[in-house]
């Protein structure tokens, strides 16, 4: 018998899981498996995935060209593809109204694993912040009505989301999808709440910076995704991003945090069911 003082509890929950649970799974948060760039092999990919222990796919929405595709892949795969819904920043113009429309139709049509992906972006274009502030507080209030967890997308506008965070009294579950700022960012998120950290290949870039945050932050906070086609990470860098891929994420925060890839996999999906149930 091995003496468990110093060890932290989270971990001997997490080793106990490792001997009790047998079936691998790891879960992919944030995927457009939809977009063109899958066409010639989608299936094929989705399947080489699943048999690797990729068993969930979560897909956030774009904008109303989106829909289609993503609905019909979540009935191709109705045991791992699990469709969101929501208007991505970067689609958002002096139309917003009208894509919001079609986003609160659907939501009253059907059940949708969460609202997403939703946030501001001012990396491109600058010029419909405004447009993308209303959407975005609007959508956390959808979220709030329906009781969804909410997704959200952050580039070159922390303050600004933090800002419309803080202004609610209280918020749903949700990712920050594509994490990349920095340690005391990453601690203003999680102390909003039931909010996760989604960890993707932007972790294993050399210069990113993003392996010292993670080294900082408890692995209960984080999750995994792909963001797939984007984003491949390291050895793939630069080429078309898939689903198999995130086993190199999950290695990465294995060897930061010294771990095993078994642990960290566990934990990361413990985590990702959290916010999805």
Known sequence: MFCLIGYNKYRIFLLICSIFVNPKMIIDTHTHLYAQEFNADRTSLINKAIANG????????IDSTSIEGMHLLEKEFPENCF??????????????????????????KRKYAAIGEIGIDLYWDKTFLKEQQHAFKTQIQWAKDYDYPFI?????????????????QSLPKAIFHCFSGNTE???????????????GGVLTFKNSGLDKVVKNIDLKHLV??????????VPFRGKRN????????????????????????????????????
């Open 242 to 277: 898939e689903p198999g891929y995130i086993l190199e994420v999950a290695k990465k925060i294995a060897e930061i945090k010294q771990l095993s890839i078994n642990e960290v996999e566990k934990a990361t999906s413990m985590n990702s069911d959290f916010i999805f149930s």
């Open 54 to 61: 990729v068993k969930k796919f979560y897909l956030p929405n």
């Open 185 to 199: 960012q990453a601690h203003k998120i999680i102390e909003l709440g039931n909010f996760k950290l989604g960890i």
């Open 83 to 108: 469709a969101m819904m929501g208007l991505h920043p970067c689609s958002v113009n002096a139309s917003v109204e009208s894509e919001l429309d079609i986003v609160k139709n659907w939501l009253s």
């Open 224 to 233: 995994l995704e792909t963001d797939a086609p984007y984003l491949a990470p």
């Open 152 to 168: 959200i997308h952050c580039r070159d506008a922390f303050d600004e989301i933090y800002e419309i965070l803080t202004s609610f």
